[in-house]
């Protein structure tokens, strides 16, 4: 079965960077697009990043010149960089992706923007 396992998140003081990353398995990596969303508290979940089997990348505004997202099909795992971190980042992350008509969610990952 389609398993999405985030790592990487935690506490990062304001102006920091961290990255994430997100290990993929129980489908064929490589074709998928692969989506990075967040969810701040007391916001609705917000799609974030997406980048394509082409590798071809789509950033949502309040992170675009912030984050980058990346793959690396022989290790089936999609990445986000994020640096220049504000306050407003805090969320947890998910990684996401479509397949047969159903959207997969991984458990997601705390990242808490603080000084």
């Known amino acids: 079965q389609?398993?999405?396992v985030e790592s990487g998140g935690g506490l990062v003081q304001p102006g920091g960077s961290a990255r994430l990353s997100c290990a993929a398995s129980g489908f064929t990596f490589s074709p998928y697009a692969m989506d990075w969303?967040?969810?701040a508290p007391g916001n609705e979940r917000e799609w974030i990043a997406t980048i394509s089997s082409e590798h071809t990348v789509a950033y949502a505004d309040s992170v675009k010149g912030r984050f980058t997202i990346s793959r690396d099909n022989a290790k089936n795992t999609v990445y986000l960089q994020m640096s220049s971190l504000k306050p407003e980042d805090t969320a947890v992350y998910w990684c996401s992706m479509y397949l047969s008509r159903r959207r997969y969610w991984g458990?997601?990952?705390q990242v808490t923007v603080s000084s």
Do not use: A, K, P
Request: net charge positive.
């Open 2 to 4: 389609v398993q999405l």
């Open 107 to 109: 458990q997601g990952t």
């Open 37 to 39: 969303y967040r969810q």
